[in-house]
């Protein structure tokens, strides 16, 4: 401390402008948690992208068992032979067709699970709605 209170009134200014900092940071904390649409916005995006990595993997299993069906098929035909042989064929045909059917399903008609992301989010709004009225 100085004879002349400079240092006093130094510090005080110094921690006035912490005190603003902080506060700064702390309203932008609160009208980010207070912005329900952009939260909404952020939530659904990432369920729609939850929706879309889980309809690629069920594509995938499909098609991976479908591999695997005309693989089996195949395996049959050879050991019965003849009739058998192209009859199995046109099972594992089948099954491809009808996994790539159904891969082709879910990328044409993404209702359902746009209907289970919204759902969730309707969830996650009605939770945060309750927890908002319960502080």
Known sequence: MTGNGTGDTEAL?????????ELGETMEALAAKADVKARLKESAGQAR?????????????????AARGAEMARAQAYEKGG?????AYEKGGLVRA?????????????VPWAAVAASAVAAVVVVLIVRGRRR
Do not use: F, M, S, W
């Not at 992208?49 to 068992?65: D, H, I, N, P, Y």
């Not at 009739?83 to 009859?87: C, K, N, S, Y």
């Not at 009808?98 to 008609?109: D, F, M, S, T």
């Open 98 to 110: 009808q996994a790539h059917e159904k891969g082709e399903l879910v990328r044409r008609n993404p």
């Open 49 to 65: 992208e939850r929706v879309r990595e889980q309809a690629a993997q069920t594509v995938a299993k499909v098609r991976g068992q």
């Open 83 to 87: 009739l058998v042989r192209a009859q």
């Open 13 to 21: 200014r110094e921690e006035i402008r912490r005190t603003r900092v």
